[in-house]
């Protein structure tokens, strides 16, 4: 069975636009193991709002998720990230909050990063319940690619540190997965691993926000998942946090919940 929840509630969701981190080392020093001091080099704070947490404080999160689960994050990748794009003007007035900033795990085969990965690895840091207790969907198993893959068609994530500008919003608010990917143009996309490494790494307060119903939960539009096996593919990937318990579960594609707001990338 299938754990559904329902709830008048009004929808929001999250737009990003992407962009690689890779560029030239801004901070000009030996990395020394003091990502506090580090981080003062940068220029000055973006501009965020209160939903995105500021930059140095993502890169902080990074590091101590790196080091408490040996994910193998080498020290220079942090050396190497730069300034995050800021927000125009006129992306301000589209409703743009602030920058996320992402990694891509592991390699595809083709020199883009494994996305199964990168998802699977933020919810085993969750599932250490250091701050929160978890519970997960049965039918969802990141270890078998029949079960579980990014959506044909979706785009590829690079490997290492990457960012997203977000925006939240309310469009999609009565459409399902499967009517919001047709609405995508070449450059859009929804999340994947974005969704759980903001819920699980960078952005935990997301968690309280969407326990406390001031922020709708996610449907990660990205993630295929088959949930009897067999590439039999016609649920997405869903994320909640109801009585202080952070769900992953799985959400009919053709079927609209309305809790759940769907994320959405701009790889432009």
């Not at 001031?214 to 998942?225: N, T």
Request: glycine share 10%; with cysteine; charged share 25%.
């Amino acid at each position: 069975m299938k754990a559904i929840i329902r709830e008048n509630q009004q929808e929001h969701f999250l737009d990003a636009t992407f962009s690689t981190s890779k560029g030239t080392n801004p901070i000009g020093m030996h990395f020394v193991h003091r990502l506090p001091k580090i981080l003062l080099l940068f220029k000055k704070p973006q501009r965020q709002s209160w939903l995105i947490l500021p930059f140095e404080r993502q890169v902080r999160a990074w590091h101590k998720a790196n080091e408490k689960m040996g994910w193998g994050i080498k020290e220079k990748e942090f050396i190497d990230l730069h300034e995050p794009p800021g927000i125009g003007e006129a992306e301000r007035k589209q409703g743009y909050v602030g920058t996320g900033l992402f990694y891509g795990f592991g390699d595809d085969g083709s020199g883009n990063s494994d996305s199964v990965l990168s998802g699977k690895l933020p919810w085993e840091y969750a599932k250490k319940k250091w701050w929160t207790e978890t519970w997960q969907c049965e039918y969802i198993d990141f270890d078998r690619s029949d079960d579980i893959r990014l959506r044909p068609g979706a785009p590829v994530r690079p490997r290492g540190f990457y960012f997203a500008k977000f925006l939240p919003g309310d469009r999609f608010l009565s459409l399902t997965v499967s009517q919001f990917r047709k609405r995508l143009k070449g450059y859009e996309s929804g999340c994947g691993p974005e969704g759980l490494q903001l819920i699980t790494v960078t952005h935990r307060h997301f968690q309280k926000l969407m326990n406390d119903r001031k922020m709708p939960f996610m449907a990660l539009a990205d993630y295929d998942v088959a949930p009897y096996g067999y590439n039999d593919f016609f649920d997405a990937v869903q994320m909640f946090c109801s009585n202080h318990v952070l769900g992953l579960g799985i959400g009919n594609v053709d079927q609209n919940y309305p809790l759940f707001g769907i994320p959405t990338l701009n790889f432009s």
